[in-house]
């Protein structure tokens, strides 16, 4: 549902509570479900992952959550990643909007497919971080695998990369699909 203009307009909305000298790592968080296990030591070896890509890059992190992202998780990323980090602890769009905007790499949670392809509009760098599944998570497999195929995601580790892909635009895509056969 989210289109390239809503998020370059609205790029400049985090810009007065982020450190303009530095570059941006977003991080979207996902949150506990059926397939994968959100346990805080799962939780914690991404954030300490990511609080040494942030060090050896001199990254700023945004951490955006999502709708199923519990306070605790929230609570555990400012204390594990650091308050010189912008957390924002509660759903905004227009950050998250923001967050897609100005971020150099992005790392989704793997139980999000929806904000892997979201992420993909962008055409920036993505990392898939990683949690221990609870059970069979083929679909979720599968989805990640054709995309790391398409190169437009990659899986999260401690080195950080540069790499291009035809950012995906499915709305505008299936929209002409649709056009073409009404037509």
Same mark, same amino acid.
């Given at each position: ?40 030591? /799962? @939780? =914690? ?5 990511? #609080?040494?890509? &942030?060090?050896?890059? $001199? %990254?700023?992190?945004? !951490? +955006? ?19 010189? /980090? @912008? =957390? ?5 769009? #227009?950050?998250? &909007?923001?967050?897609? $905007? %100005?971020?150099?790499? !992005? +790392? ?76």
């Amino acid at each position: 549902y989210l289109t390239l203009k809503e998020i370059k307009n609205n790029h400049n909305y985090l810009i007065d509570k982020i450190d303009k000298d530095k570059e941006y790592l977003l991080l979207i968080l996902g949150g506990p479900n059926k397939y994968y296990d959100y346990k805080d030591q /799962n @939780l =914690i070896n991404i954030f300490n992952k990511i #609080k040494i890509i &942030l060090k050896v890059n $001199s %990254l700023q992190a945004i !951490i +955006i959550p999502s709708m199923r992202t519990p306070k605790k998780t929230i609570d555990l990323a400012i204390e594990k990643i650091g308050k010189e /980090n @912008l =957390i924002i602890r509660s759903i905004d769009k #227009k950050a998250y &909007l923001s967050g897609l $905007s %100005l971020a150099k790499y !992005i +790392i989704v949670t793997c139980d999000s497919t929806s904000m892997i392809s979201e992420a993909a509009m962008t055409g920036k760098p993505i990392y898939v971080a990683d949690l221990p599944p609870k059970r069979q998570d083929k679909r979720f497999k599968k989805f990640r695998e054709l995309f790391n195929k398409l190169n437009i995601t990659k899986d999260l580790n401690e080195k950080l990369e540069i790499w291009n892909y035809k950012s995906l635009n499915e709305t505008i895509r299936i929209a002409e699909i649709i056009k073409k056969k009404i037509l």
